[in-house]
């Protein structure tokens, strides 16, 4: 997994428009508004006007996971971050969260609770902390 990225955007939650418009921009790479409002009406059960997608661009950008670049005539929006960067950031926020519950008890009770793949997988992490440690030359 990558490392926790050094830049975060103003504003980490979205709705579900905003999510689906940001990974639209993540699958294109580089959108115009055109781009994510042909890519939404593909679907045929679905209305969206043009200027929505317009304003859901721009609130994107203003929450630090867009930048707007103009071309000629056109605006072209790209994402800040890449996709696996930003499940890193949400990871360590979700992480963070969970450990502020900070009483020992509240999180091996938790721990109790797992199934055997999730219990495998605290297991797997653990092992990789220990290995980060150690090559830290920490104990």
């Known amino acids: 997994m990558a ?3 050094d830049y975060r955007p103003k ?7 905003e999510a689906e418009i940001l990974g ?17 009406l593909a679907d ?12 859901v661009l ?7 996971w867009l930048a707007c670049d103009k071309q000629g005539k056109a605006f072209y929006w790209r994402t800040l971050l890449t996709k696996q960067q930003a499940e890193v950031i949400k990871a360590h926020d979700q992480l963070q969260q969970f450990l502020a519950v900070g009483n020992p008890d509240v ?8 199934d055997q793949a999730a219990s495998d997988q605290i297991e797997a992490i653990s092992k990789r902390i220990q290995a ?5 030359g920490e104990k």
Not at 24 to 40: L, M
């Open 3 to 5: 490392p926790l990225p």
């Open 11 to 17: 504003q980490m939650s979205l709705g579900p428009l």
């Open 24 to 40: 639209i921009v993540w699958d294109i790479g580089s959108a115009t508004v055109k781009d994510v409002h042909d890519r939404i």
């Open 44 to 55: 045929p059960n679905r209305e969206l006007a043009y200027t929505s997608v317009t304003t």
């Open 58 to 64: 721009r609130r994107l950008t203003e929450k630090g």
């Open 107 to 114: 999180i091996a009770a938790f721990a109790d609770s797992l």
């Open 132 to 136: 980060a440690r150690e090559a830290r």
